[in-house]
């Protein structure tokens, strides 16, 4: 008798740690993403400036975002990834710098993506086949996918081939010039490059499969500090399976912690914050300039010529 009371409550710990184990994570932060817009000519007639607003994601849940400013703006979304943005178009009047800030309130889930169902109702993906500016897809990129792909079956299969290749012949190196702009072919002759980098690659290749991709942009958190400052940003993909939905990949960050090479295809960690998806984007009002390669960052112009001084800060603190 006692022995089948303690064998039952022995199932029911095994049972309960198991669950345990199995539920995602999470994590509750504030958020507080600071500029200011600096040297701007005593004759400028307009300063105007769009930065990005994170929002509701699949993942994660944004709340109280407060905006500080003194100048007129207001909150718009592009049309082809429906990024929130937000957007001023001011007359300086003779100020040399403008000063920005606001803050956020982020719960974010760890995504596990092979572990979930894709929804029902399917997504218009073609946009996701599409190469950009720098994530090409020409005939060596299309050579390289055929033969990764080659005798692989599924999505999930093929994809988990280019990823395992683009570990395999990358390394993590900001050294030197040309990293960092997410170029595909810059990645595929010098070999390094940083995570944009890394995932241009990975979705030049798999969208040469007729794999649709994607690409997400926002900022890292330590996992082991409970507050501090952020130095800059941190990218990832994702791939559409029609059995899952779409699947992240976080190859970069798979490249700097081979022990987790298994855990980066299919999840991504609840330490991160996203505040903009895609490449080649048209902002809302549309820039003057050519089309922003990825935002993260705020984007100022002064009358319609880019402007680049602009002081940054950026720092979080768990609630």
């Not at 990024?83 to 719960?107: Q, R, W, Y």
């Not at 190196?173 to 170029?183: A, F, I, T, Y």
């Not at 942009?217 to 800059?232: E, M, N, Q, R, V």
Request: proline share 5%; hydrophobic share 35%; with cysteine.
């Amino acid at each position: 008798m006692y022995k089948k009371i303690a064998m039952a409550i022995l199932l029911i710990a095994f049972a309960f740690s198991i669950a345990l184990a199995s539920k995602p994570k999470s994590r509750d932060f504030e958020f507080t993403y600071s500029f200011v817009i600096t040297d701007i000519p005593d004759n400028a007639k307009k300063v105007e400036f769009w930065v990005p607003v994170p929002q509701d994601a699949e993942y994660q849940k944004i709340t109280d975002v407060i905006i500080n400013t003194k100048v007129e703006y207001s909150i718009s979304s592009d049309g082809s990834y429906q990024n929130k943005m937000l957007h001023a178009n001011i007359t300086p009047d003779g100020a040399s710098e403008i000063p920005v800030s606001f803050s956020f309130k982020v719960k974010r889930n760890e995504m596990a993506g092979l572990q979930k169902t894709a929804p029902a109702n399917k997504i218009n993906t073609d946009v996701y086949l599409k190469p950009s500016r720098l994530a090409v897809i020409n005939d060596d990129i299309k050579k390289i996918s055929a033969n990764l792909t080659k005798g692989k079956s599924g999505t999930v299969e093929k994809a988990r081939a280019i990823y395992d290749y683009v570990l395999d012949n990358m390394s993590y190196d900001k050294s030197g010039e040309g990293w960092g702009r997410g170029d595909t072919a810059y990645a595929c002759d010098v070999a390094k490059g940083n995570c944009t980098d890394f995932h241009s690659l990975f979705m030049s290749l798999v969208r040469a499969a007729g794999i649709p991709a994607r690409f997400k942009i926002g900022f890292p958190l330590p996992a082991d500090k409970d507050s501090g400052t952020i130095g800059g940003y941190h990218c990832w993909a994702e791939f559409y399976d029609d059995e899952h939905g779409w699947v992240p990949v976080d190859a970069s960050e798979a490249k700097k912690n081979p022990e987790k090479k298994e855990y980066f295809f299919g999840n991504v960690c609840e330490n991160r914050v996203e505040l903009s998806v895609g490449r080649d984007l048209t902002l809302s009002p549309k820039q003057a300039g050519e089309k922003l390669n990825f935002f993260i960052y705020p984007y100022v112009e002064v009358d319609g010529f880019v402007h680049t001084t602009i002081k940054k800060d950026f720092s979080y603190k768990n609630l």
